[in-house]
């Protein structure tokens, strides 16, 4: 396996991801700018952050797919979050773990980080997704 995740002993937890992944890899996929838009270009989930964050990941899932990897081969995700607070975590887990099943997202996830941002590039985006991947 070209990705190993971990949590060394003495970092924080409990959290839902892995503090670390290890790739062995030589070659990168980058999936980036993953919203909730369907194949053609329509919102999904408008106004609804647990089924937009659902729909960009299936569309991270496409990205990755596409490259020939899978959720088992991503070392990094990212998301940005509109608007956020604190008050959203549990909507936005809620569309990780309706998706992670049927995407394969291992649980533990990989590394991630959620970073609130004012807004993105159209106002009915409310989450953006990132992943970086290593294959063999």
């Known amino acids: 396996m070209t990705v190993q995740l971990l949590t060394p002993e003495g ?22 700018g993953q919203i909730a838009r369907d194949a053609k270009g329509n919102p999904v989930a408008t106004g609804d952050l647990t089924g937009q964050v659902v729909q960009a990941l299936h569309n991270t899932a496409l990205g990755l797919n596409g490259a020939g ?19 959203k975590a549990d909507a936005f887990m809620a569309g990780v773990e309706r998706a992670a099943d ?23 985006v409310l989450v953006e997704v990132e992943a970086f991947a290593v294959l063999d």
């Open 102 to 124: 049927e995407l394969g997202i291992p649980r533990p996830l990989p590394p991630l980080s959620l970073i609130g941002i004012d807004y993105l590039f159209e106002p009915d």
């Open 11 to 32: 970092m924080f937890q409990p959290v839902p991801y892995h503090h670390v992944a290890i790739g062995t890899g030589t070659r990168q996929v980058h999936v980036a």
């Open 69 to 87: 990897a899978s959720f088992a081969d991503v070392v990094r995700l990212r998301f940005f979050v509109t608007r956020w607070s604190p008050e």
